[in-house]
Nanobody, 119 residues
Framework: QVQVVESGGGLVQPGGSLTLSCVAS????????MGWYRQVPGFQRELVAT???????NYGVSAEGRFTITRDNAKVAVYLHMNSLRPEDTAVYSC?????????????WGRGTQVTVSS
């Protein structure tokens, strides 16, 4: 069984920084891609950033220039370094592990961690 666990969320002031961590454990067939998504109640989940096992990154519009995603392949872990945070970044941030590009490839979600940006 695969577990994906996020940590690092919390309350931060506007303009501040925060780093989220996501670690996957269990019998993982392959680390193809991991990434962060966020969701605000009543709105659709949106892409924040993803990174493949060979380091290729993809960022959502809201994250460009402010957030950086990094990985640790040995630990099957990814980190989201968030700077210049804004109140509109407030959301539940969830981590997703993908084991392949094919539609039938298993993927796993964590439960999410709350990020609140407020003064």
């Amino acid at each position: 069984q695969v577990q994906v666990v996020e940590s690092g969320g919390g309350l931060v002031q506007p303009g501040g920084s925060l780093t989220l961590s996501c670690v996957a454990s269990g019998t993982i067939a392959r680390f193809y891609r991991m990434g962060w998504y966020r969701q605000v109640p009543g709105f659709q989940r949106e892409l924040v950033a993803t990174i493949t096992s060979n380091g290729r990154t993809n960022y959502g519009v809201s994250a460009e220039g402010r957030f950086t995603i990094t990985r640790d392949n040995a630990k099957v872990a990814v980190y989201l370094h968030m700077n210049s945070l804004r109140p509109e970044d407030t959301a539940v941030y969830s981590c997703k592990l993908e084991t392949g590009l094919a539609v039938e490839s298993p993927y796993y979600w964590g439960r999410g961690t709350q990020v609140t940006v407020s003064s």
